[in-house]
């Protein structure tokens, strides 16, 4: 999976010119457009936008195009606010990774839908795909891993952060994928799991050197010598309650809490630990052991 992850940034550096710039605003003027389609024919003309092997055989190849333009949600007002969030995210994407690698995403995220048509016509004997929810989720999860702390609306007035909502897309995931296996639809339940291979492909590195660096981070919090400076560090601070301060010259007695504003060093001549005010830190007998 590593290799994949770098090919795909490797592929994307040395194609500047690859991609469509904005892609996502003509697939969005697509899906308004056959949404308008929709509503003029009640739903028919719209069939023939679909995805479906068995006639793409028979000739009817613009369906492995069209079928990205069906759209996902057919009432007014939740389509208008679907498409401004999908165009949003994709925005950002794009500014983020630049139009090559965000348009090989977008493209994986088709080609592995489409595979999956494939796949599950010739296993199942259906495999008609009718839009591409899927993948503008894989997008949103995309999304939520570059900008895990952005703000978005839950519901169109509570504010939640992308990683939660992600989080929370995840598991619909899960149950998407329960709930289809249970009704023997093998289509719909190898979609979330393309979705998230697509995802999985450009975020492997990422994902396994940030797991990398927590059981690293955990090793050095429970490792031994972290503990004995944790303990080093309670005891003194103990030890200053005790006493009252912190730091006493070993010359003159003088404190940090008698003196809040005087300062204190410490002399590396001297055998062991010991402070010394500004006046007397060159001026002392050094200790010897």
């Known amino acids: 999976m590593r290799k994949l992850n770098s090919a795909m940034e490797r592929f994307a550096l040395r194609h500047p010119n690859f991609g469509v710039p904005n892609l ?20 028919e003309a719209i069939r023939f936008l679909y995805f479906d092997w068995g006639q793409v055989l028979r000739g009817q190849v613009w369906r492995l195009v069209t079928f990205i333009f069906v759209p996902d949600n057919l009432q007014p007002f939740n389509l208008i606010l679907s498409l401004y969030f999908m165009y949003f995210i994709s925005s950002m994407l794009e500014r983020e990774w630049g139009t090559p690698k965000f348009s090989l995403y977008y493209l994986s995220g088709v080609l592995l839908t489409i595979l999956t048509g494939v796949i599950s016509h010739y296993a199942f004997g259906f495999g ?11 997008m949103f999860l995309a999304f939520a891993a570059l900008y895990p702390d952005a703000r978005l609306m839950l519901l169109y007035i509570i504010p939640v952060k992308a990683k939660w909502l992600a989080a929370a897309d995840l598991a619909l995931f899960a149950v998407d994928v329960i709930a289809a296996l249970l009704r023997g639809d093998w289509l719909s339940a190898l979609l979330p799991v393309i979705a998230l291979l697509n995802f999985l492909i450009f975020f492997w590195c990422e994902i396994t050197d940030q797991i990398s660096r927590q059981r690293a981070y955990a090793r050095h919090r429970n490792s031994r010598q972290t503990i004995q400076f944790k303990s080093a560090v309670r005891q003194q ?49 050094h200790f010897k052991e």
């Open 128 to 138: 008609i795909l009718t839009g591409t929810y899927y993948v503008g989720m894989s």
């Open 237 to 285: 601070r103990k030890k200053e309650a005790q006493q009252g301060y912190r730091h006493k010259c070993a010359v003159c007695g003088r404190t940090d809490t008698d003196f809040p504003d005087l300062e204190f060093r410490y002399c590396s001549r001297c055998a062991g630990y010991h402070c010394f005010c500004v006046d007397h830190i060159f001026n002392h007998e």
């Open 24 to 43: 996502m605003l003509y697939i969005v003027i697509g899906n308004a457009a056959a949404f308008f389609l929709l509503r003029m024919t009640n739903g």
